[in-house]
């Protein structure tokens, strides 16, 4: 508790009005279970943050391993998008090729659901292969960088390839903080932002204003 306190100063100091919670997720077992307990997880500090005036609103979701059950199951838990709207978020396990994400973007598609690839920019098959991301994009899906990529925190290969994802699809980009603890990987987007900014002017600020409608709630 304490260290998810540390986490959401962090995230209000850094300008950050709500989060989104995505915690790793599988279909295998039973994810209904998984995200009940989550939600109620996610409630009792909702109620801490509310209490010491931690100006942070927690919405629900998680990081989904792809599998060939995850649509359906998806489809079935709206708890299990993000922010219970009809975007999902997936990642690639770096023994998956992406090219094994095309039966996943089809079914997808199907159910009228919105794929987001979290951190494509540090799959090890990525670096100098931006390409590989276009069937998620044609599918009307997002890339979701971690705005640690673009300020260099996973190395300088990580941010050329996220300089060269954001360059290739910019309309298609966003950022997550991918935030895990109060020390490396913090809840930070401001910094990512600016990194954007600096890449192409005005790029940052576009991406930040995707955000909110794609998701239908007010961050």
């Known amino acids: 508790l304490e260290e998810a306190l540390r986490m959401a100063r962090q995230a209000a100091a850094n300008g950050i009005t709500a989060i989104v919670c ?18 109620v997880v996610r409630a009792a500090l909702q109620e801490r943050l509310d209490g010491e005036g931690i100006p942070l609103r927690l919405y629900g979701g998680a990081e989904w391993m792809v599998s ?5 199951v998806l489809h079935d838990l709206p708890e299990g998008r993000l922010a219970r709207s009809e975007a999902f978020l997936f990642e690639l396990s770096v023994f998956m090729p992406p090219d094994v994400i095309g039966r996943l973007l089809f079914a997808a598609r199907l159910k009228g659901l919105t794929p987001l690839w979290a951190h494509p920019e540090r799959h090890p098959a990525m670096p100098g292969h931006a ?40 309309g298609r980009v966003l950022l997550g903080s991918d935030a895990h603890d109060a020390e ?3 809840a930070e987007l401001q910094e990512g ?10 790029l940052g600020d576009k991406v930040r204003e995707k955000t909110a409608p794609l998701l239908h709630v007010v961050i």
């Open 68 to 72: 060939e059950e995850l649509v359906g």
């Open 193 to 202: 932002y600016a990194a954007l900014n600096a890449l192409s002017a005005g």
């Open 131 to 170: 390409e590989l991301a276009q069937p998620v994009v044609d599918a009307g899906g997002w890339l979701q960088l971690t705005s640690g990529s673009l300020t260099g925190v996973f190395g300088k290969d990580v941010r050329r390839c996220a300089e060269s994802l954001c360059t290739a699809f910019s």
């Open 22 to 39: 995505t915690p790793h997720m599988d279909t295998f077992g039973n994810p209904a279970v998984s995200l009940a307990r989550h939600a």
């Open 184 to 186: 490396r990987r913090v």
